[in-house]
């Protein structure tokens, strides 16, 4: 297989998770002259639409997993989603497979509670103040020191699934009851968070290289609703000094994890009790993903290499001279109305009229309610301009599941 710090092409990757993010990294590679393998849960899932080859598998299912890497036996295996067997990454990496970052930062990052552990207790990050909770009894032991509204999540879930606000004592048991339906896999513990009032929530790329420095991209602003993105922009405006502590507290937990590739780093800026001053704000660390964020998705417009090229060059072991913003750019989501398995877009000439705009349909085989099936991209000459014409293009086009 190879050096993997030396950069040998071509190589093959195996991508675990083929989602929208997935379909990107694999275009990325391919350009790369690289071999992909896409797996997922489900057939005709994004990336396997453009990959050399695809399997279906129970990517929970350790001994499934285990199988498929040990016969193709790529050179880099790249998970892609959180729900893995972890303890099957384990055991490929210590049969010499080279598993992107690293088997333990896919393992830690899966899990919120250990994550959070690392960066509060181990790396004495700022973080929100936090609890956890086995059953609702104690969700509400837990909760009442931290002071009303709290954030109540699962320990194990993705992308804002049974995610909740609890405004009193009252919606303590509709709250448990809704992390556990979101929960993933069976174990059953919430943390539960305080409600930070914060000035905007952002996410900076960060780029660790097998032999070279920790980089980052231009931070990126970005909203969510239920738990999950909508909207995102790129450069994000904050003070120099909030920017350097994101960056300190970036590279810390990083460096922690080891292994190269992008990582999506997430935190609050939030003004500190009692100040006027705008540039006087608090950096709070949120979460962590080990790969491609999809706030990120932003940076196909907004950077001169986007997250996927970072990601592909930092893993493949090859050169990144700069990283910079070619001017703002931002991102809007498309959400499926409805539930259905004939999915087809309207608008998408319409979406497409204005200049320095366009659509990415993410070629999703069936519909459900809020689900991400594409996102529109935009640029323009400041923030606001760029938000318009994504939001503007997002809004033409209509999704009919039928």
Not at 152 to 166: E, H, I, N
Not at 348 to 368: C, I, M, N, Q, Y
Request: with cysteine; charged share 20%; proline share 7%.
């Amino acid at each position: 297989m190879g050096d993997k710090t030396t950069p040998c092409l071509p190589r093959t990757l195996m991508l675990l998770g083929s989602g929208e993010l997935g379909k990107e990294v694999a275009i990325a590679a391919q350009r790369l002259g690289c071999r992909v393998i896409a797996v997922d849960r489900y057939p005709q899932a994004p990336a396997m639409r453009v990959a050399d080859q695809a399997e279906v598998i129970a990517m929970t299912d350790a001994a499934a997993l285990l199988t498929v890497v040990r016969r193709h036996q790529p050179d880099l295996v790249i998970p892609e989603i959180e729900a893995l067997a972890v303890d099957a990454l384990v055991e490929l990496e210590r049969e010499g497979l080279t598993i992107i970052p690293t088997a333990r930062a896919t393992a830690l990052t899966m899990n919120r509670d250990r994550i959070r552990n690392l960066a509060a207790q181990e790396l004495g990050l700022r973080t929100a103040r936090f609890a956890y909770a086995g059953n609702a009894e104690e969700l509400a032991t837990a909760a009442e020191p931290l002071g009303w509204p709290v954030v109540v999540k699962p320990v194990m879930s993705s992308s804002g699934k049974g995610q909740s606000v609890v405004t009193g004592p009252e919606g303590i048991a509709a709250a448990w009851d809704a992390a556990m339906a979101g929960a993933r896999g069976a174990g059953e513990r919430v943390i539960v968070e305080e409600f930070l009032q914060f000035e905007l929530e952002i996410t900076l790329l960060t780029v660790k290289q097998w032999d070279g420095p920790t980089l980052f991209c231009p931070p990126i602003g970005h909203i969510q609703e239920r738990g999950d993105y909508q909207c995102s922009w790129q450069p994000a405006e904050l003070p120099a000094a909030a920017l350097s502590s994101a960056q300190a507290m970036a590279a810390a937990v990083t460096a922690n994890l080891g292994g190269a590739g992008l990582f999506g780093v997430e935190f609050f800026l939030c003004r500190r009790p009692g100040s006027s001053d705008p540039a006087d704000v608090e950096v709070v660390f949120s979460e962590l993903s080990p790969r491609p964020h999809d706030t990120g998705l932003v940076t196909l417009m907004g950077q001169n290499l986007s997250e996927f090229e970072l990601h592909l060059r930092a893993v493949l072991g090859l050169p990144i001279p700069e990283i910079r913003s070619v001017g703002p750019a931002a991102s809007r989501v498309i959400l499926a109305p409805g539930s259905g398995a004939a999915v087809r877009y309207e608008g998408v000439a319409e979406a497409l009229s204005e200049p320095d705009t366009t659509v990415l349909l993410f070629g999703k085989p069936e519909a459900r309610p809020q689900r991400r099936m594409g996102v529109a991209l935009a640029r323009g000459r400041n923030e606001q301009e760029a938000r318009r014409r994504a939001d503007q293009a997002a809004g033409q086009v209509r999704i009919v599941a039928e």
